[in-house]
């Protein structure tokens, strides 16, 4: 499993209580520094997501200019972590 040094890991209740950055088709953007985002989905497992309340990771491609998808984790128990996410 690798290891994403310094991205933080917010629990399902402080994920809840952000205020919503934007909003996408399946998931809410609850934290974005420019470097790192993390949405909160609002499927859950019977949409086909890992967890209950799943949480998704993103980093800035700084040589592409988008953004990355690099795991996921569930935010009830945040060490529990689902990586290899396909766009």
Do not use: N
């Not at 933080?8 to 985002?37: C, F, H, N």
């Not at 019977?46 to 953004?67: I, N, Q």
């Amino acid at each position: 499993m690798k290891i994403f040094q310094g991205i933080p890991r917010y629990r399902y209740d402080e994920l809840a209580a952000m205020p919503t950055i934007s909003q996408g088709w399946d998931a809410d953007l609850k934290y974005d520094d420019g470097v790192t985002r993390i949405w909160l989905q609002r499927t859950t497992p019977a949409d086909g997501e890992p967890f209950k309340h799943t949480a998704s990771v993103e980093l800035h491609d700084r040589h592409g200019g988008g953004w990355r998808p690099v795991y996921q984790y569930d935010a009830d128990h945040v060490s529990r972590i689902k990586e290899g996410i396909t766009e």
